[in-house]
């Protein structure tokens, strides 16, 4: 009896330790950050770019993922296609891969020099150092987390509810429109915000990619390197508090876990 | 008219081939089968939503190859409903008139919807959504939405199996009389051979992912053409034996001779149209019990000893020793009256001509 009051206050130490290590630094950082001085980096015209360049590109690119990653979801949710696994596990690469990486792949990739960089000049998108290069990055690193989840919303959606629908007259689209998109909305909708929320906290990608203009991460950095913590931390403090507004968008659309 | 040409499917679980069927216009057939064995298959392919193997299939006498679930006309009702469960009640059913659209449906639909949901007794259900309603409320509503758009085929995968008798009685008897009302032809596949028994108009046993035998219920059931079809069936005593011709062929009578079949210590005489290996069928409510010898036509008469009684409803079943396991159908009246008890000796009779050879 006594072992186990030991192990639990053991136990709940070593998560208080843990809930510590993740609260504290972002407390810091709200109280070092006087009112004031989030009011005056807030009216610094290049912050508010900055944020404003973050939230178009990342919509951009959750719009984007959305459009091209739901067809694919839907298909590995529901069609048994040779290659499904290598698909997979291509998607997962993004996960994975350092962010940096990703950045130098997309620049080989779609860089001036390449064929398609060339075809995208031809149809007037420029994709280094400009805004199609932060979307790409953006997209590149979000879009398996529309995919996964999305995959995983259909998945649950039994789909003799579909087949029900398009005996009583529906297309396969509109079988689609009506019951399917529906009843995996929530999933759906998690994963894009999830998405969103990495675009606008992606870095290593976007900086290689599109160094100019800045979106709020490359701003921040630039004015940790360029002009030390005290220039940082007032725009660090926005950037947290517009994290924590989407982490809050995040839990609302989120299915509820069990208590 | 339903009619299936040597239809074939190949899945990972099971494989269905050469099905052929034909159930006519305005005709309830059954197709009868073990869980597992792509009854449920066989009807998506039918409405269109798996690609077929193999054969043909015909719906209002149209090959329907390379047409859309939604242009077949097709209505289907599953085993679990599928229900939807983001629209309420009025909405599922409204879904195959062109709803569910913005308020509630007015004119021929509203009508169809009030219709049917009177007829199925579920109209103080219609404004509810359908999570929490009970099975037999989720199986006519289900039957409602899939009967809304007035199809002329229906397609019923197991519609019975999880509700209670109760229910299943009173949801069979709207249905039938909706078909009597409206020129619906049924397809329904189950492995209840009540429900073949009371309702079909042709049935199909499926052993082995084919046909082992179709045709009116009351043949199928009485004289199945295989010991498989009979075991699945369970139409009575079914034993293994020899049959051994009696007397020599009369050229007059060459297709049927007096015979013995044995099994075992049981000789019975029958009216056999071959001799050698074969099973027959003793059906139970033609075995004739008494304490004493028979005194009527019958040309088997024998002794047996009562194993156990089994009452269900109106019927007792008395599983007797013959020599043979063998069960004899009597009304549960006689078996009170006479006071069957377990370990009795009782007489058997059985005519010669109620044999069946399979």
Known sequence: MQRIGWLRIGMAMVSALLVLFIAGPVLRLLVYAAPTELQAALADPELRAAIALTLFTATAATLIGLTLGLPLAYALARTPFRGRHVVTALLDLPIVLPHPVAGLALLLFLGRQTAVGRVLAFWGIEVVNHIPGIIAAMLFVSVPLIVHAARDAFRAVDPQLERVARSLGDNGWQAFRRITLPLAGRGVLTGAVMAWARSVSEFGAIVILTYNPKVASVYLYDRFTLSGLPAAIPAAAILLLVSLAVLGVVRFVRPREPA | ?358
Do not use: C
Request: charged fraction near 20%.
């Open chain 2, 1 to 358: 008219m339903i009619r299936l040409e040597g239809v074939g499917v190949h899945l990972p679980q099971f494989a269905l081939r050469e099905i052929n069927f034909v159930v006519p216009a305005r005709g309830h057939g059954l197709i009868i089968g073990p869980t597992g064995s792509g009854k449920t298959t066989l009807l998506e392919m039918i409405a269109g939503h798996l690609p077929l193997a193999s054969g043909r299939i015909f719906l209002r006498g149209h090959d329907v190859a390379g047409i859309a679930p939604e242009a077949r006309r097709v209505g289907i009702v599953y085993q679990h409903y599928h229900l939807f469960p983001h629209y309420t009640v009025r909405e599922n059913i409204w879904y195959g008139l062109t709803g569910p659209g913005r308020g509630r449906p007015v004119g021929p639909a509203h009508a169809r919807i009030a219709d049917l949901a009177d007829r199925l007794g579920i109209g103080h259900l219609l404004d509810r959504t359908v999570t929490g309603l009970s099975g037999g409320e989720q199986q006519r509503i289900a039957l409602a939405r899939a009967l809304a758009p007035a199809p002329d085929i229906l397609l019923l995968d197991e519609p019975f199996s999880a509700v209670d008798p109760t229910t299943r009685r009173a949801v069979r008897a709207v249905l039938q009389s909706i078909h009597e009302q409206e020129p619906i032809t049924i397809l329904q596949v189950t492995h209840d051979f009540e429900d073949a028994l009371r309702w079909g108009d042709v049935v199909a046993i499926l052993h082995e992912g084919t046909v082992a035998q179709a045709g009116r219920p009351d043949d199928v059931f009485r004289y199945p053409n295989s010991p498989e079809v009979a075991r699945f069936v369970g139409t009575g005593n079914l034993l293994a034996g020899v049959i051994q011709r009696r007397e020599a062929a009369d050229p007059e009578m060459a297709l049927t001779f007096p015979a013995l079949f044995r099994v075992g210590r049981l000789v019975l005489e029958l009216v056999a149209d071959r001799e050698g290996p074969a099973h027959i069928i003793l059906r139970p409510e033609d075995l004739v019990v008494g304490r004493a010898p028979h005194l009527g036509s019958a040309r088997n008469r024998f002794g047996a000893t009562i194993v156990r009684r089994e009452t269900v409803g109106p019927i007792t079943y008395l599983h007797v020793d013959a020599g043979e396991p063998l069960t004899a159908a009597i009304t549960t009246t006689t078996a009170d009256e006479m006071q069957y008890r377990t370990g009795e000796v009782v007489q058997l009779a059985i005519k010669a001509t109620a044999i069946h050879i399979i």
